[in-house]
Every structure is written in structure tokens, then in C-alpha cells.
């Protein structure tokens, strides 16, 4: 820079930086400033276009100088200053780094500190503010679709029982095969299909589906069918009813959305709506499309050759006996599997499902919960078997240890076969229509849930009495959610058990016998002629079961007593109905008969329960000739003379 300036404007330079100045920034600033214009000069005259002025990098140092120079220095002296090269050859380097040539490296230590501020004071905080926009966009967008949901989470309670593995797995498996595709040369391109799980509630139809999607790595998404209800039927947000329904119908279109691996999982259909349903359709068939809305824009979503799998679940058992509907044509294309019911022949299986699922219920059988399959099914066939003997086991387990397992899985044998009859019970009068019951709706359950809600009370010391008391006691708490119902479930429960006392027999008759009388009388209510005659009739009828049936116990008692051998000479009043009496009765329903005959046929023309009226009618007089007839084949009754002395 001496070397450029001629004499007078380098000691004017000299000069003004020497001179006082206020504070050490203003000196600074003077220096720099020498400096730039240098740097520019040198840029106009002497530097090639396009390139760049290496003095550009002692810029700092330059005017360091400056400002350190003493007045002894000439140009010679600073001439003769030795120089220092920033630059470094850094050689043998291996990569495809542009500023790598032929393996060297030239490392230039001020534009390489250059750069590094420019990173440290421009590159780094812009990455960092980049860094916490997508932090916060995240966060809005998790509030929004809440992906945490959609992670499925196996249940510490679940239990994968033989029931599982050699029933369930398999046949799911092969209809995913036809969702999802399988691995390998056989690989199908047309993917189509419905799994469709029913069953009562408690048999873990999601908590299957939830460990399924859990191990095949597929993200799980559930849609509520209560909250979509029966007031749902598009799959466009915007027609929902409510806030609830609308966020299940957008989880619907996000699965949708996201178009490979996904399990769309729909719980309790039986809630839903059919012609919501039918959307699915062309889904589950080999075109693999569907209508869907997404972000207010309709759109066709092809899923041909996509992870997709469907899955529907539902109770087909309402608490009022009806069955719950879908489409026949989504049925047609669906795998249907009732997982509250024997499959075939996995009788064996099923029945200890129940034992292997409440494992983790029992303090005394945790410990066994967390053992292999192999050992849990040794000590249940133990248990089965009554003998200790022989048990060999993986687990290292005390033989007390063992001996208190044994002790409470044969308790719970016997608490497995009452929820097992409970639950046949409750399916067999959940499947019938309400015009072919003989007895009041059954509504107490046998899924795994009642069992483990025993299971967890049953202690080693139980004996057979208190573990009684214990399964009656559960079953009384779910009856006081019957409400009025809760009388005639829990007579039902005891016939079944056959712990019925007498006047609870007589009691659980009484009330199916109101039961199948109201069942006939419905629709008959009301103050018109032909409902009161029709009652009256049925009053009649009535009275004349009650009559056939003392006659026929007269009968029997007759015969039973003839046919016992007299061993002493002793008096025997034989019971028979004098034919004088059944003449009376005969001549007493002729008049009833004769006199309702006009008023019957009047309102025969004019009534709309003419038939039901003439069939009781029919009924009646059926239930008469039987009656006349059984009195006139009556033994007469002996007379005084023959009465033995």
C-alpha cells in the first residue's frame, strides 16, 4: 500500500490516523476506510476481470497496521517486513468436494475464517429459526390430525393364546394376503376384500386388530361407528351432524389420504348408517376406488397395488335381540368371522382362551402370564388333569408356587364353564325375533371381560360355596344395569345353573308364562270390541289349560295309584270328574258360544283383527273338544257298594 501512494498523501495518511482522536472505533474507521480505497483502486487498475484481489483478505490486517505504524518507518523498512502465506496445500485428500482437485486441497485460512463467520453469524441462526418453524408446524399439525393416535399400541394385558395363533391368525392372514398383497413370485396385483369381525362385546375384536397392525407396521387408524351414528351418510366432512362425527369422517378421508400402509379399522358398524357403507364397496372389489373429500376438494382415490387393508367390526347382537345390517353386496365381497362363537372344530382352543386371558387378572397366575406359551399350556393341562406329577417347565417356579396355579386355574375351570354357558345363553336369545320368544330377552354375558372381572377375586383358599357366592355376585351387579329386567336374567342365570329353589321356580314360570301372554295379547290393547272379546276369549282359554290340567293329574293320579299293589285292606277314594260335570261345562260354553256367535260375525265386517279373533275362536273350541273329550274317557267313579269294608 506504501509502495502504491506517493509521499505527500502517505504522510497525510500518516498524519491524520496519528491525530488524537476520540475514541478507539473512530481511528478504526479511518483506517478501513484507507484501506477500502486502496482495495477499490487496486480493483480498477490492476486486477483482472472477474478475478479476485488476494489483498481483499488482509483487509483487517492491513488496517491493523496502519494503525500500529511508528513515524521511523519508510518504505524501505516496510519492504522489507518478511510476509507470511495464508495458504496451505493439503494433499493425498480422497472425495468429489468441488475445491478437491487431483486429491489437493488449497486452504486458505482468512477465507476460511471468512466463511466460518459468515456461518456462524448468518447460516446457523437462519437454521435454527428453520429448525423451530418445523417444530412449530409440527405441533399445529399433530393438534390437528393427532398422529399419535394412529401409532398402534399393543395392550399389556393381551394375551396371545393358542385360540390366536392357531385359529384367528390364519384365516385374517390369508384375507390380508388378498388386501395387501403377499412377497414373492405369487404376488397378486389385483388387491381386493373385506375383513368383517363380529362378536358381543368383550372378545377383542381391536385389541386383535390393534397387535395385528402393530406387527405388520401399519398405521392404525380407527374410526368410532357411535360417534359417526346413524345420522352419517357421505364421507364429506362438511355434511356432518356434528363435531364428533365430522372428525371421523376426516380420520376416514386422512387413511384415504395417506394410501399405503394403512389399516382403516371401522368399530361398531351396528351404529352406522348403510347407505354410509355402501361407500365402501367398490373399495373392497378389484377396481380398489372410492369417492373421498379432502381439504374441501372431492377426490377419486385409487388404492389398486397400495397397503390398504379394511377391517369392520360390530356387534350383531343389540341389546334388543335385532342384528345388526349391512349391505348385501359389501357382505358378498367381506370374510366374515364371529369371534364370540366356536369356529368349526376349535371347541378346545376356545374354551381356553378363556383361561389364558385372564392370566394377567390373577395376582397368583401373573407370574405365568409372563412365561412361554409352551409353559402356560403345560400347567393348564395340569390343571385339567388334576395331577402335579410330571410338570417339567421353563420358568424356574417354586413347587408352592405351582401348587397355588393349579390350585385357582381348577377354580377357574369352574368359573370357564359358567361364563361359557352364559354366553351361549346370551347369543342363542340375542339371535331370536321377539315374536318367537317363550321367555323374557337374556342379557347377561360370558365374554372375556366377565371372566377376568372373576378371575381377579378368585384367592387358592376359595372352597366351592364362596367361589359360587363369587360368580353370583358378579353376575347380580351386571343385572342392576337391567333395570327391570334384571329379575327374570337372574332366574334365568340360576335355572341354567340349576340352583333354583322352589318358590324361585314357581316365580321364573310365573313370569314366562305373563311373558309368552303378553306376547300374544300385543297389539291387542285398547278399548274396541274386538280387542275386549279377544281377551276375554284368551281369559277363557286360559281357564281351560287350567282345567285340562286337573283332570289330567286326576288321570295320572288313578293310574299310578291302581297300578300300586294293596298290601293292607284300606279305603281308596278314587278322584274322577262325574260326567254331570262335564256335561255342565259343555252345556254352560254352548250358550257363551251360541249368544257371542251374532255379535262375533258383526264385528267380523268391520274389524281388522277378524282373523286373529276367528283363530282364537278356532283355538278355543280345539281346546274344548279336547277337554270333552278327555272327561268322557274318564273312569266313572266307583260306587258306595263297591268301596271295599
Same mark, same amino acid.
Given at each position: 500500500?506504501?509502495?502504491?501512494?506517493?509521499?505527500?498523501?502517505?504522510q497525510?495518511?500518516?498524519?491524520t490516523?496519528?491525530?488524537?482522536?476520540?475514541?478507539?472505533?473512530?481511528?478504526?474507521?479511518v483506517?478501513i476506510?484507507?484501506v477500502?480505497a486502496?482495495?477499490?483502486?487496486?480493483?480498477?487498475?490492476h486486477?483482472?476481470?472477474?478475478?479476485?484481489? %488476494?489483498?481483499?483478505?488482509?483487509?483487517?490486517?492491513?488496517a491493523?497496521?496502519l494503525?500500529?505504524?511508528q513515524?521511523?518507518y519508510?518504505?524501505?523498512?516496510?519492504?522489507q517486513?518478511?510476509a507470511?502465506?495464508?495458504?496451505?496445500i493439503v494433499?493425498?485428500l480422497?472425495g468429489?468436494?468441488?475445491?478437491i482437485?487431483?486429491?489437493?486441497?488449497?486452504?486458505?485460512?482468512?477465507?476460511?475464517m471468512?466463511?466460518?463467520?459468515?456461518h456462524?453469524k448468518?447460516?446457523?441462526?437462519?437454521?435454527l429459526?428453520?429448525q423451530?418453524?418445523?417444530?412449530?408446524l409440527?405441533e399445529?399439525?399433530?393438534?390437528?390430525i393427532?398422529?399419535?393416535?394412529?401409532k398402534a399400541?399393543?395392550?399389556t394385558?393381551?394375551?396371545?393364546n393358542?385360540?390366536?395363533?392357531?385359529?384367528?391368525?390364519?384365516r385374517?392372514?390369508?384375507?390380508f394376503?388378498?388386501?395387501?398383497?403377499?412377497?414373492?413370485?405369487n404376488q397378486?396385483t389385483?388387491r381386493?376384500g373385506l375383513?368383517?369381525?363380529?362378536? /358381543?362385546?368383550?372378545y377383542?375384536?381391536?385389541?386383535?386388530?390393534e397387535?395385528?397392525?402393530?406387527?405388520?407396521?401399519?398405521?392404525?387408524i380407527?374410526?368410532?361407528? %357411535?360417534?359417526?351414528?346413524?345420522?352419517?351418510?357421505?364421507?364429506?366432512?362438511?355434511?356432518a351432524?356434528?363435531?364428533?362425527s365430522?372428525e371421523?369422517?376426516?380420520?376416514i378421508?386422512?387413511?384415504l389420504?395417506?394410501g399405503?400402509?394403512?389399516?382403516?379399522?371401522?368399530?361398531?358398524?351396528?351404529?352406522c348408517n348403510?347407505?354410509?357403507?355402501?361407500?365402501?364397496?367398490?373399495?373392497?372389489?378389484?377396481?380398489?376406488?372410492i369417492e373421498?373429500?379432502?381439504?374441501?376438494q372431492?377426490?377419486?382415490?385409487?388404492?389398486?397395488?397400495?397397503k390398504?387393508a379394511v377391517?369392520?367390526a360390530g356387534?350383531p347382537?343389540?341389546e334388543?335381540?335385532?342384528?345388526?345390517?349391512i %349391505?348385501?353386496?359389501?357382505?358378498n365381497?367381506?370374510?366374515?368371522y364371529?369371534?364370540g362363537e366356536i369356529?368349526?372344530n376349535?371347541?378346545d382352543s376356545?374354551?381356553?382362551?378363556?383361561?389364558?386371558?385372564?392370566?394377567?387378572?390373577?395376582p397368583?397366575?401373573? /407370574?405365568l402370564a409372563r412365561?412361554?406359551?409352551a409353559d402356560?399350556?403345560?400347567v393348564?393341562?395340569a390343571?385339567?388333569?388334576?395331577?402335579?406329577?410330571?410338570l417339567?417347565?421353563?420358568c424356574?417356579?417354586?413347587?408352592?408356587?405351582?401348587?397355588?396355579m393349579?390350585?385357582?386355574?381348577?377354580?377357574l375351570h369352574?368359573?370357564r364353564d359358567?361364563?361359557l354357558m352364559?354366553n351361549?345363553?346370551y347369543?342363542y336369545?340375542?339371535?331370536?325375533?321377539d315374536?318367537?320368544?317363550?321367555?323374557?330377552?337374556f342379557k347377561?354375558?360370558?365374554s372375556y371381560?366377565?371372566?377376568?372381572?372373576?378371575?381377579e377375586?378368585?384367592?387358592?383358599?376359595?372352597?366351592d360355596e364362596?367361589l359360587q357366592?363369587l360368580?353370583l355376585t358378579?353376575?347380580?351387579q351386571?343385572?342392576?344395569?337391567?333395570?327391570?329386567?334384571?329379575?327374570s336374567n337372574?332366574?334365568?342365570?340360576?335355572?341354567?345353573?340349576?340352583?333354583?329353589s322352589q318358590e324361585?321356580?314357581?316365580?321364573?314360570?310365573?313370569?314366562?308364562?305373563?311373558?309368552?301372554?303378553?306376547n300374544?295379547?300385543?297389539?291387542?290393547?285398547?278399548d274396541?270390541?274386538?280387542?275386549?272379546f279377544?281377551?276375554?276369549f284368551?281369559?277363557?282359554q286360559?281357564?281351560?289349560d287350567?282345567?285340562r290340567?286337573?283332570?289330567?293329574?286326576?288321570?295320572a293320579g288313578q293310574?299310578?295309584?291302581a297300578?300300586?299293589?294293596?298290601v293292607?285292606?284300606?279305603?281308596?277314594?278314587?278322584h274322577a270328574v262325574?260326567?254331570?260335570?262335564?256335561?255342565?261345562?259343555?252345556s254352560?260354553?254352548?250358550?257363551?258360544?251360541d249368544?257371542l256367535?251374532?255379535?262375533?260375525?258383526g264385528?267380523n265386517?268391520q274389524?281388522v283383527n277378524s282373523?286373529r279373533?276367528?283363530e282364537?275362536i278356532r283355538?278355543?273350541?280345539?281346546r274344548?273338544?279336547?277337554?270333552?273329550?278327555?272327561?268322557?274317557?274318564a %273312569?266313572?267313579?266307583?260306587s258306595d257298594d263297591?268301596?271295599p269294608?
Amino acid at each position: 500500500m506504501r509502495n502504491h501512494m506517493p509521499d505527500t498523501r502517505w504522510q497525510g495518511l500518516l498524519q491524520t490516523i496519528r491525530t488524537p482522536l476520540s475514541t478507539p472505533e473512530e481511528a478504526w474507521s479511518v483506517a478501513i476506510k484507507a484501506v477500502d480505497a486502496y482495495l477499490e483502486y487496486q480493483a480498477k487498475h490492476h486486477t483482472q476481470p472477474n478475478a479476485l484481489d %488476494p489483498n481483499v483478505d488482509y483487509r483487517e490486517e492491513l488496517a491493523l497496521a496502519l494503525l500500529s505504524l511508528q513515524p521511523s518507518y519508510d518504505k524501505t523498512e516496510i519492504a522489507q517486513t518478511p510476509a507470511s502465506s495464508p495458504i496451505v496445500i493439503v494433499q493425498e485428500l480422497v472425495g468429489d468436494h468441488p475445491c478437491i482437485v487431483e486429491r489437493e486441497l488449497s486452504f486458505n485460512y482468512h477465507r476460511f475464517m471468512k466463511r466460518l463467520r459468515k456461518h456462524a453469524k448468518t447460516i446457523v441462526p437462519r437454521w435454527l429459526d428453520l429448525q423451530s418453524a418445523k417444530r412449530r408446524l409440527l405441533e399445529q399439525a399433530e393438534r390437528k390430525i393427532k398422529s399419535h393416535e394412529f401409532k398402534a399400541k399393543v395392550l399389556t394385558s393381551f394375551v396371545r393364546n393358542q385360540l390366536i395363533d392357531e385359529v384367528y391368525l390364519p384365516r385374517i392372514g390369508e384375507n390380508f394376503a388378498k388386501q395387501i398383497g403377499t412377497l414373492g413370485e405369487n404376488q397378486r396385483t389385483d388387491r381386493m376384500g373385506l375383513l368383517l369381525l363380529v362378536s /358381543p362385546p368383550g372378545y377383542g375384536k381391536t385389541t386383535l386388530m390393534e397387535y395385528i397392525a402393530n406387527r405388520l407396521g401399519l398405521v392404525f387408524i380407527k374410526v368410532n361407528g %357411535p360417534a359417526l351414528s346413524h345420522g352419517v351418510t357421505s364421507l364429506d366432512p362438511n355434511e356432518a351432524t356434528n363435531a364428533a362425527s365430522r372428525e371421523e369422517v376426516h380420520r376416514i378421508n386422512m387413511a384415504l389420504e395417506m394410501g399405503d400402509n394403512v389399516m382403516l379399522y371401522l368399530d361398531d358398524i351396528q351404529h352406522c348408517n348403510v347407505e354410509l357403507l355402501q361407500k365402501f364397496i367398490p373399495l373392497c372389489d378389484a377396481t380398489r376406488r372410492i369417492e373421498g373429500v379432502w381439504n374441501c376438494q372431492s377426490k377419486t382415490y385409487d388404492l389398486r397395488g397400495r397397503k390398504f387393508a379394511v377391517v369392520m367390526a360390530g356387534n350383531p347382537y343389540t341389546e334388543t335381540g335385532e342384528r345388526f345390517q349391512i %349391505p348385501d353386496m359389501l357382505a358378498n365381497r367381506a370374510d366374515v368371522y364371529n369371534l364370540g362363537e366356536i369356529v368349526g372344530n376349535s371347541k378346545d382352543s376356545f374354551e381356553q382362551s378363556y383361561l389364558e386371558n385372564c392370566l394377567t387378572s390373577n395376582p397368583v397366575l401373573q /407370574p405365568l402370564a409372563r412365561c412361554s406359551n409352551a409353559d402356560q399350556r403345560a400347567v393348564l393341562q395340569a390343571a385339567k388333569r388334576g395331577i402335579i406329577d410330571g410338570l417339567e417347565l421353563e420358568c424356574n417356579f417354586s413347587a408352592d408356587a405351582v401348587r397355588e396355579m393349579i390350585t385357582v386355574l381348577t377354580k377357574l375351570h369352574r368359573v370357564r364353564d359358567v361364563v361359557l354357558m352364559m354366553n351361549q345363553a346370551y347369543i342363542y336369545s340375542a339371535a331370536q325375533a321377539d315374536d318367537y320368544r317363550t321367555e323374557p330377552p337374556f342379557k347377561l354375558q360370558g365374554s372375556y371381560r366377565n371372566m377376568n372381572r372373576i378371575a381377579e377375586k378368585v384367592v387358592p383358599v376359595m372352597n366351592d360355596e364362596e367361589l359360587q357366592r363369587l360368580i353370583l355376585t358378579c353376575y347380580q351387579q351386571d343385572a342392576q344395569t337391567l333395570s327391570r329386567d334384571g329379575e327374570s336374567n337372574l332366574l334365568k342365570m340360576r335355572d341354567l345353573l340349576g340352583i333354583l329353589s322352589q318358590e324361585e321356580d314357581a316365580r321364573w314360570k310365573g313370569i314366562k308364562k305373563t311373558f309368552v301372554e303378553k306376547n300374544r295379547m300385543r297389539g291387542l290393547s285398547g278399548d274396541d270390541t274386538t280387542s275386549q272379546f279377544l281377551t276375554s276369549f284368551l281369559g277363557i282359554q286360559d281357564g281351560l289349560d287350567s282345567i285340562r290340567g286337573a283332570l289330567e293329574s286326576a288321570t295320572a293320579g288313578q293310574r299310578s295309584a291302581a297300578a300300586v299293589p294293596s298290601v293292607e285292606s284300606k279305603v281308596i277314594v278314587q278322584h274322577a270328574v262325574p260326567r254331570v260335570m262335564t256335561e255342565l261345562i259343555r252345556s254352560q260354553f254352548q250358550l257363551i258360544y251360541d249368544g257371542l256367535r251374532p255379535i262375533l260375525e258383526g264385528v267380523n265386517q268391520q274389524s281388522v283383527n277378524s282373523g286373529r279373533l276367528n283363530e282364537a275362536i278356532r283355538d278355543l273350541m280345539t281346546r274344548y273338544q279336547a277337554l270333552e273329550s278327555a272327561a268322557r274317557n274318564a %273312569p266313572e267313579p266307583p260306587s258306595d257298594d263297591a268301596l271295599p269294608d
